[in-house]
């Protein structure tokens, strides 16, 4: 019988004030984003996997092999096929970005010709070929970012951990280095698990999305599952979000499924296009207002948590709407009711895939 | 610190003023009544240059082996918890603030003919230490050791660890994380400790002549030859010798400055 592959982790972790107990699981080659509020433990949980931090109990298996168990003694960090990409990118200053990403090679034995040849092609698939022999703090922080990016990467690792690559960048190199990071980690074979605070990073970077609160898994399904049945505050405030991808027409539409969505940018090319529920208004009959998406759709399921209700519109593209349970009840909006969405174009964020 | 310039108290400034010409008026004086006409010819003598080339060869030696030997007791001071640490540091630091002739006669109770390691020494290795070249080194090490311990144990302990957890992910075992992130980010901290080890070496007299005694070509380092010439009234020549030394403690200091300082 094959090794199962991925990672299998039942991690507990005490730490200071937080109780850490989160069960993860990701298959080989799937992304899994973590996100939740300041110290819910997602760093924790993280520095866990790659050994930095010590289990209370639980185990963590990667491929088969048991990298931490209690009552065993645990895998060295050094030993671990894992690979971080820290928040504060921890690049060498002492090195320069080439001796950067070649430094996990030859830490491992390789000599320097051939780990810098190495480190060399993956600085060119990262797109900072001239960069290579600059120094850490020389480069942009989108530079950075990559540069330790392509140091995780070298290593070729079973499992790759990245702590909120996004948070420190502007909104422009963001949503490049975001680009970057989804075919990299859509390439990678091994399974990746990224922190991320942003909805549309989770949505965008990982296959699954899991919400950490106060040291607890709180609820955890595809970004679209999230958004439509949030079992939390937060989960419902700042997790959920419309999220399509499509292509602009670089004319203030963007083309996702059967739909030509009215947005208020005139970017064009592959672009993600997300809005909140709560930006989804629902009517009984065609609505004629200066909302520029309008479409008819069918109620797919109605989600109610006190007073506010998750209604999942199922059409060309299927949204969530989150009106109050007043209007629900107004409207009678059950199962199966037709509706119309609408969506105001300027709700609409676009940002480049 | 911005803001308006603050005038000092006019007595805080009188005894500042004080304090810097109590410590610059000897080094004015000997740089005044130095011989600059025939300094030369003084340096050129045998007497002179070997005990240059004796002081250069044992300052140095003794710089190596304070290295070789303070590093790894600095990592250990540093990075490993064990009993009696505190203890062991406060003591490593002792030849610092002890009388150098105090250590040199200790040394000699060590090392000596009838001291704990003298004989040992002598029977299984056929090493005499006191009144060689050798023990002229041993003593300056035993002074100069302590100034690599404290840049290097400041340095090891202020590390940023982040570099060094990123490298164990990256799979560096700990011996490549000493080699190859800790000990190259700490180079100036170590460079300056090694420096300070060195100049110290240079300028050492109480220890050595105790230990080590006075003899030209053998143990008469350059402040022991400054001795002999006093001795001797050649006062020209002692000057000219006190030079050398008060050039190379200043250049030393001056290159280090305050950037590289901050660790003692």
Redesign the interface.
């Given at each position: 019988m094959a090794a199962p592959a991925g990672l299998v982790a039942d991690a507990e972790v005490r730490l200071g004030s937080l109780h850490l107990r989160a069960a993860l699981r990701v298959a080989a080659g799937e992304t899994v984003a973590v996100v939740g509020p300041n110290g819910a433990g997602k760093t924790t949980l993280l520095r866990a996997l790659?050994?930095?931090q010590p289990l209370a109990d639980g185990r963590v298996c990667l491929d088969g092999v048991v990298l931490e168990a209690h009552g065993r003694p645990a895998v060295?960090?050094?030993?671990r096929p894992?690979?971080?990409v820290?928040q504060?990118l921890?690049l060498?200053?002492?090195l320069s970005a080439l001796d950067n990403v070649a430094?996990?090679l030859r830490?491992?034995g390789a000599r320097r010709g051939p780990a810098r040849a190495e480190a060399g092609r993956w600085l060119a698939r990262l797109g900072l070929a001239e960069d290579a022999a600059a120094r850490p703090g020389q480069l942009s922080g989108g530079q950075a970012q990559r540069v330790a990016l392509a140091?995780?990467l070298a290593?070729r690792p079973a499992l790759l951990l990245l702590d909120e690559p996004l948070a420190a960048l502007d909104a422009t190199t963001r949503a490049a280095t975001r680009t970057v990071l989804r075919q990299h980690l859509a390439g990678h074979g091994g399974a990746a698990v990224v922190v991320a605070h942003d909805p549309v990073d989770a949505g965008a970077l990982a296959d699954r999305v899991v919400v950490l609160e106060a040291g607890a898994v709180v609820q955890e399904g595809t970004l679209a599952e999230l958004t439509g049945q949030p079992r939390s505050r937060y989960v419902a405030d700042l997790v959920g979000v419309n999220l399509l991808a499509g292509e602009g027409d670089g004319e203030g539409r963007v083309a996702v499924g059967g739909l030509a969505l009215a947005v208020a940018d005139h970017r064009p090319g592959p672009v993600l296009a997300s809005f909140p529920p709560r930006a989804v208004a629902l009517s009984l009959e065609r609505p004629r207002g200066t909302a520029r998406n309008v479409w008819p759709a069918v109620v797919d399921g109605i989600d109610r948590a006190g007073h506010r209700c998750r209604v999942r519109a199922r059409g060309p593209v299927t949204v969530v709407a989150e009106v109050t349970e007043a209007a629900v009840a107004d409207l009678g909006l059950a199962e199966g009711s037709a509706v119309w969405v609408a969506v105001k174009a300027t709700e609409v964020t676009v940002t480049p895939a | 610190m911005s803001g308006p310039r603050a005038r000092p108290p006019a007595l805080v400034a009188l005894a500042a003023a004080g304090a810097a010409a109590f410590l610059l008026l000897p080094l004015a004086g000997l740089a005044w009544r130095a011989p600059w006409s025939s300094l030369g010819a003084e340096l050129a003598d045998p007497g002179a240059r070997t005990a240059l080339r004796l002081s250069l060869v044992c300052s140095l030696w003794a710089a190596a082996l304070s290295l070789a030997a303070g590093l790894p007791l600095a990592w250990v001071l540093a990075r490993v918890p064990f009993p009696g640490r505190r203890l062991v540091r406060a003591l490593v630091l002792v030849p610092l603030v002890l009388p150098p002739v105090v250590g040199g006669v200790a040394l000699l109770l060590a090392f000596g003919r009838r001291g704990l390691l003298g004989p040992p020494l002598e029977a299984w290795f056929s090493v005499r230490l006191p009144f060689t070249t050798a023990g002229a080194v041993v003593a300056e090490t035993f002074v100069a050791l302590p100034f690599v311990v404290v840049t290097a144990e400041a340095a090891f302990r202020g590390a940023d660890r982040r570099y060094e957890e990123a490298a164990r992910t990256l799979g560096a075992r700990p011996g490549v994380v000493l080699r190859r992130v800790t000990l190259p980010l700490a180079r100036p901290a170590l460079v300056a400790g090694a420096a300070l080890a060195w100049a110290r070496a240079l300028g050492e007299f109480g220890a050595t002549i105790t230990f080590a005694g006075n003899a030209p070509g053998r143990t008469s380092t350059l402040p022991l030859e400054v001795y002999l010439e006093l001795e001797a009234g050649r006062l020209r020549s002692a000057i000219a010798l006190s030079l050398v030394l008060l050039a190379v403690s200043v250049a030393v200091l001056v290159a280090l400055r305050d950037r590289w300082l901050r660790a003692l």
């Amino acid at each position: 019988m094959a090794a199962p592959a991925g990672l299998v982790a039942d991690a507990e972790v005490r730490l200071g004030s937080l109780h850490l107990r989160a069960a993860l699981r990701v298959a080989a080659g799937e992304t899994v984003a973590v996100v939740g509020p300041n110290g819910a433990g997602k760093t924790t949980l993280l520095r866990a996997l790659a050994g930095l931090q010590p289990l209370a109990d639980g185990r963590v298996c990667l491929d088969g092999v048991v990298l931490e168990a209690h009552g065993r003694p645990a895998v060295a960090v050094e030993e671990r096929p894992v690979a971080t990409v820290f928040q504060d990118l921890r690049l060498f200053p002492h090195l320069s970005a080439l001796d950067n990403v070649a430094f996990g090679l030859r830490a491992r034995g390789a000599r320097r010709g051939p780990a810098r040849a190495e480190a060399g092609r993956w600085l060119a698939r990262l797109g900072l070929a001239e960069d290579a022999a600059a120094r850490p703090g020389q480069l942009s922080g989108g530079q950075a970012q990559r540069v330790a990016l392509a140091r995780a990467l070298a290593t070729r690792p079973a499992l790759l951990l990245l702590d909120e690559p996004l948070a420190a960048l502007d909104a422009t190199t963001r949503a490049a280095t975001r680009t970057v990071l989804r075919q990299h980690l859509a390439g990678h074979g091994g399974a990746a698990v990224v922190v991320a605070h942003d909805p549309v990073d989770a949505g965008a970077l990982a296959d699954r999305v899991v919400v950490l609160e106060a040291g607890a898994v709180v609820q955890e399904g595809t970004l679209a599952e999230l958004t439509g049945q949030p079992r939390s505050r937060y989960v419902a405030d700042l997790v959920g979000v419309n999220l399509l991808a499509g292509e602009g027409d670089g004319e203030g539409r963007v083309a996702v499924g059967g739909l030509a969505l009215a947005v208020a940018d005139h970017r064009p090319g592959p672009v993600l296009a997300s809005f909140p529920p709560r930006a989804v208004a629902l009517s009984l009959e065609r609505p004629r207002g200066t909302a520029r998406n309008v479409w008819p759709a069918v109620v797919d399921g109605i989600d109610r948590a006190g007073h506010r209700c998750r209604v999942r519109a199922r059409g060309p593209v299927t949204v969530v709407a989150e009106v109050t349970e007043a209007a629900v009840a107004d409207l009678g909006l059950a199962e199966g009711s037709a509706v119309w969405v609408a969506v105001k174009a300027t709700e609409v964020t676009v940002t480049p895939a | 610190m911005s803001g308006p310039r603050a005038r000092p108290p006019a007595l805080v400034a009188l005894a500042a003023a004080g304090a810097a010409a109590f410590l610059l008026l000897p080094l004015a004086g000997l740089a005044w009544r130095a011989p600059w006409s025939s300094l030369g010819a003084e340096l050129a003598d045998p007497g002179a240059r070997t005990a240059l080339r004796l002081s250069l060869v044992c300052s140095l030696w003794a710089a190596a082996l304070s290295l070789a030997a303070g590093l790894p007791l600095a990592w250990v001071l540093a990075r490993v918890p064990f009993p009696g640490r505190r203890l062991v540091r406060a003591l490593v630091l002792v030849p610092l603030v002890l009388p150098p002739v105090v250590g040199g006669v200790a040394l000699l109770l060590a090392f000596g003919r009838r001291g704990l390691l003298g004989p040992p020494l002598e029977a299984w290795f056929s090493v005499r230490l006191p009144f060689t070249t050798a023990g002229a080194v041993v003593a300056e090490t035993f002074v100069a050791l302590p100034f690599v311990v404290v840049t290097a144990e400041a340095a090891f302990r202020g590390a940023d660890r982040r570099y060094e957890e990123a490298a164990r992910t990256l799979g560096a075992r700990p011996g490549v994380v000493l080699r190859r992130v800790t000990l190259p980010l700490a180079r100036p901290a170590l460079v300056a400790g090694a420096a300070l080890a060195w100049a110290r070496a240079l300028g050492e007299f109480g220890a050595t002549i105790t230990f080590a005694g006075n003899a030209p070509g053998r143990t008469s380092t350059l402040p022991l030859e400054v001795y002999l010439e006093l001795e001797a009234g050649r006062l020209r020549s002692a000057i000219a010798l006190s030079l050398v030394l008060l050039a190379v403690s200043v250049a030393v200091l001056v290159a280090l400055r305050d950037r590289w300082l901050r660790a003692l």
